[in-house]
T-cell receptor
Framework: ETGVTQSPTHLIKTRGQQVTLRCSSQ?????VSWYQQALGQGPQFIFQ???????GRGNFPPRFSGLQFPNYSSELNVNALELDDSALYLC??????????FGQGTRLTVV | AQKITQTQPGMFVQEKEAVTLDCTYD???????LFWYKQPSSGEMIFLIY??????QNATEGRYSLNFQKARKSANLVISASQLGDSAMYFC?????????????FGAGTRLAVHP
């Protein structure tokens, strides 16, 4: 076990709704990255938070947003859900960009 | 731009035999790191092995070894003495520091099936 916990493990949302996914990082890790893994593909980088600030973003629209809290846990928010947002969302924590430890992921289905 | 290519969508191997999973990469950075992850059906990405671009020797971790050929830009994973529990998706990834922060770029993955 990596010590990275994500919740919920599964959820189903309707197109147009909003969703919040949560990640509790490994103790002492100050960096959290989020990845989207569509079915049959490798994970794609969404964004990264370091000490409560977004310090990097991949090719995702602004309706994908995030937060990092003082305890370094993090949230991923997606507004105006689309069918193509259906994927496994992975959170990874690290200490200042060193080796990343992944959570078990949240499987989001948009119907 | 950095890119990882895994050309084997699926592989199968007999239990107790060795198997090689291919990975090629493209980068213009002289300093980079390469990773292999295992992803069982549960979804979690499990770190297996890491190779730094300046490492003189190929990385090994138990039954896992990395065949690193820098000139050919390949970083193949070798699993020795395959076990039924090795059946999973395997992803090759590269650390990309573009923009001043580290992120991982993944390949499309290879599904490994170990047969008894």
């Amino acid at each position: 076990e990596t010590g990275v916990t994500q919740s919920p493990t599964h959820l189903i949302k309707t197109r147009g709704q909003q969703v919040t996914l949560r990640c509790s990082s490994q103790s002492g890790h100050n960096t959290v990255s989020w990845y989207q893994q569509a079915l049959g593909q490798g994970p794609q980088f969404i964004f990264q938070y370091y000490r409560e600030e977004e310090n990097g973003r991949g090719n995702f629209p602004p309706r994908f947003s995030g937060l990092q809290f003082p305890n370094y846990s993090s949230e991923l928010n997606v507004n105006a859900l689309e069918l193509d947002d259906s994927a496994l969302y992975l959170c990874a924590s690290s200490l200042a960009g060193d080796e990343a430890f992944f959570g078990q992921g949240t499987r989001l289905t948009v119907v | 731009a950095q890119k990882i290519t895994q050309t084997q969508p699926g592989m199968f191997v007999q239990e107790k035999e060795a198997v090689t999973l291919d990975c090629t990469y493209d980068t213009s950075d002289p300093s980079y790191g390469l990773f292999w992850y295992k992803q069982p059906s549960s979804g979690e990405m499990i770190f297996l092995i890491y190779q730094g671009s300046y490492d003189q020797q190929n990385a090994t971790e138990g039954r896992y070894s990395l065949n690193f050929q820098k000139a050919r830009k390949s970083a193949n994973l070798v699993i020795s003495a395959s076990q039924l529990g090795d059946s999973a998706m395997y992803f090759c990834a590269m650390r990309d520091a573009t923009g001043g922060y580290n992120k991982l770029i993944f390949g499309a993955g290879t599904r490994l099936a170990v047969h008894p």
